[in-house]
């Protein structure tokens, strides 16, 4: 049989010492925890105020569509900070390899951004459109267009 080391027993020792605290813990909360039930304990609280309504709220999926490209673009930042550290040991390959890879990911949020997948603001459409057989309803160097702020006009020239 084999001998142990001692950082084998100082790494079971840890170990040991881990879960030791997470089930004294977790005994201690349930001998000291509170045991009354009631309406009032059931409902959710959160930073002193009593909830109104659902916690099911519809969210865009554009919301979750900018989570996503946040936390990919989030990624670019460790890699070159990695990069950073690093580039005097990389040397000029690294160098190439850091520009390849900023110049995919600029290739990507220009596409994202052509596509329209950062654009918050809803589309501007156009006010007094024009029914079968009748005038444009716009003056020829003026627009006016409804945005979710209110109605805005500018002219052309």
């Known amino acids: 049989m084999m001998a142990l080391t001692p950082q084998a027993w ?20 349930f001998v000291l925890g509170g045991r009354s039930r009631g309406r009032a304990k059931d409902e959710p609280f959160e930073s002193g105020i009593v909830s109104v309504g659902s916690a099911r709220l519809r969210m865009p999926a554009k919301f979750y569509l900018v989570a996503m490209f946040f936390v990919i673009f989030d990624l670019e930042a460790v890699y070159l900070y990695a ?5 005097r040991q990389s040397g000029w390959s690294g160098l190439v390899e850091v520009t390849i890879f900023v110049g995919v990911l600029l290739i990507a949020l220009l596409y994202i ?7 918050w603001t809803p589309r501007k459409r ?20 409804r945005t979710r702020w209110g109605v805005s006009t500018w002219s052309t020239r």
Do not use: Q
Not at 113 to 119: F, M
């Open 10 to 29: 100082a790494v079971g020792a840890y170990l040991l010492g881990v879960f030791a605290f997470a089930a004294l813990l977790v005994g201690l909360s």
């Open 83 to 87: 990069w950073a550290i690093s580039v």
């Open 113 to 119: 951004a052509r596509t329209g997948g950062l654009d």
């Open 126 to 145: 156009e006010i007094g459109g024009t029914a079968p057989g009748s005038a444009p309803a716009t003056t020829p160097n003026h627009t006016t267009t």
